[in-house]
C-alpha cells in the first residue's frame, strides 16, 4: 500500500512556509527571505520515500490585496488550497495564533480537505510558553522549520493523513515546475537580499532566453521595474548592483543545474506592472475574475 497527495502549506507572510518547503525536500526551492509577500507564485516540491509522496505546494501569504499582484497571489493560494488532500495551516507562534482559515484566505466555504494546524518557531519560545500552547492547541503540531526541530513528528502527521494512492509522479523527481522558474526565483532572491524598502516588491524577473546544450549556459534574463528612478537603483553606480545581484544569483543557479552559468541580466522599466492585470497576465500571473473565484 503507498500513498500520495497533494499538501498545501497556507498562512500569513513570514510564517516560514518556504523554510518548511525547502527543509522537507531537502534543497532549496522556494525564496526565503526576512521581507514578506516574498512567495508570489505557488512553489511545487515533492517528497517521495518508499511508502509515500508528498507534492508540497508553497503558497504566497495571506493578506488583504491592496492591488492587482495581491489578488494573483491570493488566488493562487486560494487554488492550491482547493487542489489539497492536506492543508496545512502554518502559524508563527511567536506573534500570532492560529485563525478561521476560511476567513483568513477569503474562501466562499471552509476547504473540503482535513486541515492541520501547524505552530512555527518554537525554537524561539521559552519552555514556559511551549507548554501552554500544547494545552491550548493539543492537535496542533510544533515546530522549528529554521532548526528541524519536530519535523519528523510533522512529516508522520502529515502522511497518517494523504489518501492511499499510486505515485503521482517519478519517485526520484523534486518539483513539477521547469528550472526557468527557479532561476526566476533566484534572481528575485538575490534582488531582495541586495535592495530594501519598497525597490525588491517592483521588480519582476522574466527569462528572455534559456540556451540548453550551450557550454556555460547562457541565461538571459529581463528583470521588469516600475520607473526609471527603480531602473537607476537596481543598475546602480557603473553597474555595480546590477553585477553583484548577477554575482548571486548565479552561485544560487549553479548550485541547482550543477553547471557553469552566464547570467545576462537587463533592467527595462514595465510601467505600473503590479496594478496591471495585462501585463500581470504577460508576466505569468492568473489574475482572477468575477467568475474564477472559488
Do not use: C
Not at 522556494?30 to 520515500?49: F, H, M, N, W, Y
Amino acid at each position: 500500500m503507498t500513498r500520495a497527495g497533494f499538501v498545501t502549506f497556507v498562512g500569513r507572510p513570514n510564517a516560514g512556509k518556504s523554510t518548511l518547503l525547502n527543509r522537507l525536500v531537502g534543497t532549496r526551492l522556494a525564496i526565503v527571505s526576512p521581507k514578506p509577500q516574498s512567495t508570489r507564485e505557488r512553489v511545487v516540491g515533492i517528497l517521495t520515500d518508499d511508502t509515500t509522496q508528498l507534492v508540497l505546494l508553497d503558497t504566497p501569504g495571506l493578506l488583504e490585496p491592496r492591488y492587482a499582484l495581491h489578488k494573483a497571489m491570493q488566488y493562487a493560494a486560494q487554488q492550491a488550497i482547493a487542489d489539497a488532500d492536506l492543508v496545512v495551516h502554518l502559524v508563527d507562534a511567536t506573534s500570532d495564533r492560529p485563525e478561521d482559515l476560511t476567513a483568513l484566505a477569503q474562501l466562499p466555504a471552509p476547504p473540503t480537505a482535513p486541515i492541520l494546524v501547524v505552530l512555527n518557531k518554537v525554537d524561539q519560545l521559552a519552555p514556559g510558553r511551549r507548554e501552554a500552547l500544547r494545552e491550548e492547541f493539543p492537535d496542533a503540531e510544533l515546530i522549528s522549520a529554521a532548526t528541524g526541530e519536530g519535523i519528523d513528528a510533522l512529516l508522520a502527521a502529515i502522511r497518517r493523513r494523504v489518501p492511499e494512492s499510486p505515485f503521482l509522479y517519478p519517485a526520484d523527481d523534486i518539483s513539477t515546475q521547469q528550472t526557468r522558474f527557479f532561476v526566476a526565483e533566484f534572481i528575485r532572491e538575490a534582488v531582495m537580499d541586495q535592495l530594501e524598502e519598497e525597490v525588491p516588491y517592483g521588480v519582476a524577473v522574466e527569462i528572455d532566453e534559456f540556451r540548453e546544450g550551450s557550454t556555460p549556459l547562457y541565461i538571459r534574463a529581463v528583470l521588469h521595474v516600475e520607473r526609471e528612478s527603480q531602473k537607476r537603483i537596481l543598475i546602480g553606480s557603473g553597474g555595480s548592483r546590477i553585477r553583484e545581484i548577477g554575482r548571486a544569483a548565479r552561485e544560487r543557479i549553479e548550485t541547482l543545474v550543477g553547471e557553469p552559468v552566464f547570467l545576462d541580466l537587463w533592467v527595462k522599466v514595465l510601467a505600473n506592472w503590479r496594478r496591471n492585470p495585462a501585463a500581470l497576465a504577460r508576466l505569468g500571473f492568473q489574475v482572477p475574475t468575477e467568475e474564477s473565484r472559488p
